[in-house]
Nanobody
Framework: QVQLVESGGGLVQAGDSLRLSCAAS????????MAWFRQTPGKEREYVAG????????DYTDAVKGRFTISRDNTKSAVYLQMDSLKPEDTAVYYC???????????????????WGQGTQVTVSS
């Protein structure tokens, strides 16, 4: 089993930055794709960004390209999401996810990830 714990959310103004962290424990995660998703009330959980096991490939949804950066530190079993130039529409609960099966791609559907954190709230005021 893998446990994921997110941190770093908060209330900021439009244009500000936040850095989300996700700490993994339970078993080594350095072989697995990880991703960030977000969800607002009444909406489906949506893919934000993903990263392959060694950080060699990253991927972003169009809405955050050029503003968000995903990274990972396998020595710390952690993945990060640097969010710059935040917009009110970025307001959501952000979730860290891990795909527990080896894969060379970055899945973008929530049901392709077996492990999830509890989420951290990001609120961007205008």
């Amino acid at each position: 089993q893998v446990q994921l714990v997110e941190s770093g959310g908060g209330l900021v103004q439009a244009g500000d930055s936040l850095r989300l962290s996700c700490a993994a424990s339970g078993r080594p995660v350095n072989s697995y794709t990880m991703a960030w998703f977000r969800q607002t009330p009444g909406k489906e959980r949506e893919y934000v960004a993903g990263i392959t096991w060694n950080g060699g490939w990253t991927d972003y949804t169009d809405a955050v390209k050029g503003r968000f950066t995903i990274s990972r530190d396998n020595t710390k079993s952690a993945v990060y999401l640097q969010m710059d130039s935040l917009k009110p529409e970025d307001t959501a609960v952000y979730y860290c996810a891990l795909r527990g099966q080896l894969v060379v791609t970055i899945p973008i559907m929530p049901n392709e990830y077996e492990y999830w954190g509890q989420g951290t709230q990001v609120t961007v005021s205008s």
